[in-house]
């Protein structure tokens, strides 16, 4: 399957939803989400979302709501991400 060998996704400036994350987190091989500037993103921590690996997430200049204890949240959707841009 050719979608599972997608690894980098660049969204940026996109009219992308949250709700339409749903389906790039299919994406099994994917390591890198970039999503600067799309500002129909308010969340990236739906309870149906589980992408282990990503490694990398960029939501700068995003409208994203991180909730209380986020951080832990964050690692256990997604296990293997080092890095997290939100500036």
Not at 32 to 46: A, G, P
Request: net charge positive.
């Amino acid at each position: 399957d050719i979608l599972g060998h997608i690894q980098s996704v660049n969204m940026n400036h996109t009219q992308v939803s949250s709700l339409g994350l749903e389906k790039v987190y299919s994406l099994t091989g994917l390591t890198i989400l970039k999503l600067d500037y799309c500002k129909n993103i308010t969340k990236i921590l739906k309870p149906t979302v589980n992408c282990p690996s990503i490694q990398e997430i960029s939501l700068v200049g995003t409208t994203v709501q991180l909730p209380k204890g986020w951080q832990e949240r964050l690692a256990k959707k997604f296990p293997n991400l080092t890095c997290i841009d939100v500036t």
